[in-house]
Nanobody
């Protein structure tokens, strides 16, 4: 059974950091791109970052560039999202999903190309 499981969320103060993890099972993890998306209450889901199967292509939403870093460890079947300088507007449920390639993650149509969504991990940035 194909499955993606997110972890690492929590409550952090503005300016703080968190590292999210997305761990896959039930498929050949190294063959797929992984994307991170987030959805805040009352808002549409938005793309955060994605990474291709071989690290060759990485993309970030403009709102996260310079603060977030995506990476992967195919031996551990895990993609990480290091989030620094967190802001209250980063508060959301963060989910990961898989696709054949990493493209423009911020495009509204991009989630349509991703499948096997995890349940998400909550990130709350508040003082």
């Amino acid at each position: 059974q194909v499955q993606l499981v997110e972890s690492g969320g929590g409550l952090v103060q503005p300016g703080g950091s968190l590292r999210l993890a997305c761990t896959g099972s039930g498929f050949t993890f190294r063959n797929y791109a992984i994307g991170w998306f987030r959805q805040a209450p009352g808002k549409e889901r938005e793309g955060v970052s994605c990474i291709s199967s071989d690290d060759d292509s990485i993309d970030y939403a403009d709102s996260t560039k310079g603060r977030f870093t995506i990476s992967r460890d195919n031996d551990k079947k895990t993609v990480y999202l290091q989030m620094n300088s967190l802001k209250p507007e980063d508060t959301a449920l963060y989910s990961c999903a898989m696709s054949m390639m990493c493209t423009r993650v911020a495009d509204k149509s991009t989630p349509n190309y991703f499948t096997s969504w995890g349940r998400g991990t909550q990130v709350t940035v508040s003082s």
